[in-house]
């Protein structure tokens, strides 16, 4: 049985502003009762994510948080080939990443995408990409094996297009600094007790849950309390629409909860200690 007493999942967003629509925070204990929303009466800020986590959270939760906590290394052997400061692991790019934008305010990574080392990694907005750029950016292991399991992972360097993630990961990375040693991370950390942050990818809830590929995506509540009773929730009440940022962290939250035992998703094969300390991993993904 899970030593977790609480399973809480935040749909997470790189969006420039004070608060973020795109921010949803979901949270239930052990059982079967549905997971519930936390709404902040002005709406959450990426700050207010890390105030809760940081004093709100409740003792023993198992949060996933839906960004990636770092780059790719694995393939080149460097998060960032050809530039002499380039981050030897995960931690030394977070205080990076946090460093470089220090004056950017709500927890933005602007200055970091804009940086002239940084910036020939990405692909940016107008036709510009960096010249270390190619083709779809490149992938974490972890993302990767997402492919093998029929996901559709984006890379992390690509800043374009509704479905890029690049943003958010790095507005991740930011908070993720702040946390650590505070709140372990995993495979960053390996605690024995005590709350854990974790990297989800919402779409592998949904998929679980019996969502088809392509149709991850929940936006009324019949549709997301049917996926909730595949796997073993009780329902959310009422009916009619629901934003897909919500639907994503009810889901998901419920899906931790009924997955966090699983010894599978602790220990993926692929994912290497070298893996773990630079790249990290996606839980949920073997």
């Known amino acids: 049985m899970t030593r977790f007493r609480q399973f809480a999942a935040i749909d997470w967003s790189g969006a420039v502003g004070a608060r973020q629509k795109g921010i949803a925070v979901a949270i239930c204990d052990t059982g079967v009762d549905a997971p519930t929303l936390i709404l902040p009466t002005e709406g959450w800020a990426r700050h207010a994510a ?10 023993d939760t198992l949060v996933g948080l839906d960004l990636g906590p770092s780059l790719p290394f694995a393939d080149t052997g460097a998060f960032f080939p050809g530039w002499a400061d380039s981050p030897p692991d995960a931690r030394a790019l977070w205080a990076l990443v946090d460093r470089i934008c220090a004056d950017d305010a709500h927890l933005s990574a602007t200055s970091f995408v804009d940086h002239v080392e940084a910036s020939r990694h990405f692909r940016h907005h107008g036709g510009r990409k960096g010249e270390f750029f190619e083709r779809h950016g490149r992938l974490r292991a972890t993302e990767q094996a997402q492919r093998a399991q029929g996901l559709n992972p984006y890379s992390s360097f690509n800043l374009v297009g509704a479905a890029q993630v690049g943003k958010s990961s790095l507005t991740g990375m930011r908070v993720l ?15 024995t007790g005590g709350s854990l942050i974790v990297e989800i990818y919402t779409s592998i809830a949904a998929l679980g849950a019996g969502r ?38 009810i889901l998901t939250a419920a899906w931790l909860r009924a997955n966090a035992d699983r010894a599978d998703l602790w220990h993926p094969p692929a994912m290497t200690d070298e893996i773990a300390r630079t790249e990290g991993w996606t839980f949920g993904v073997t």
């Open 212 to 249: 088809s590929k392509g149709r991850t995506k929940m936006r009324t509540i019949a549709d997301l309390n049917a996926a909730l009773t595949t796997i073993g929730s009780l329902p959310v009440p009422g009916n009619g629409p629901i934003d897909d940022h919500s639907s994503d962290a």
């Open 177 to 191: 600094h702040q946390l650590a040693g505070r709140v372990p991370i995993w495979p960053f950390d390996r605690p």
């Open 50 to 59: 890390l105030d809760w986590l940081l004093h709100d959270m409740p003792a």
